[in-house]
């Protein structure tokens, strides 16, 4: 039996509205803040079509990109953010392997824990205002090879780049006091790094 042509799915998510094409364009149009979902126990609800998802379009108007919002969209490839949004959720892009580099706008203050976890990026997409670097936002993202962090960075939390295992150096700049626990944990290949002079406190297990 051939199978059925694919349908285009629209619906609301939060304050804001969002449409598949049966091109994998998923558009995300309103104002205000996506909602925030929780993963496999409350997914988005473009999930179900995660392998036609190819590109997000988030327009102008959107303050917020929800926790988890494409978590496990194995195919997105391209992501389009305005600088109206300020918040990039949870968990938000983790595991999107295809997604190899991003744009973030500076009007983004704030990258949640574990927002691109296990994702296919392969610089560090960090933003002008944003001073800290959160729990596991970068962990296993294996096509990390070269750290340059910018140096309005204060804070690199909990196991942020561990097991990015293709890290061969990092450079941590001065204005870093603070470096948490298992933030570099099991980088195999780190062969060079520079500590900043700022440092004010390693927490155990930090390399």
Do not use: H
């Amino acid at each position: 039996m051939a199978k059925a042509a694919f349908q285009p799915n629209s619906g609301e998510t939060g304050d804001c509205a969002w449409t598949l094409d049966a091109n994998g364009l998923l558009t995300v149009s309103g104002a205000g803040a996506m909602e925030n979902y929780e993963g496999a126990r409350t997914p988005a609800p473009w999930r179900a079509y995660a392998k036609g998802v190819a590109v997000a379009e988030i327009e102008s108007g959107v303050t917020s990109i929800g926790d988890y919002a494409f978590a496990n969209c194995d195919y997105l490839k391209d992501v389009k953010i305005p600088d109206s949004v300020t918040r990039i959720g949870k968990g938000a892009f983790f595991g999107c392997k295809s997604l190899k580099s991003l744009q973030i706008p500076d009007s983004v203050t704030q990258i949640e824990d574990y927002a691109f976890e296990s994702s296919g990026l392969t610089s560090l997409p960090i933003p002008e205002r944003v001073t800290e670097i959160g729990r596991g936002v970068f962990r296993f993202c294996t096509g990390l090879t070269d750290l340059q962090i910018p140096d309005r960075i204060t804070k690199i939390g909990e196991r942020a780049f561990a097991f990015c295992r293709n890290l061969t150096g990092a450079e941590i700049p001065d204005s870093v006091t603070e470096i948490g626990p298992g933030a570099f944990y099991w980088c195999q290949r780190m062969e060079s790094l520079r500590l900043s002079a700022a440092l004010a406190e390693i927490e155990r297990g930090a390399f």
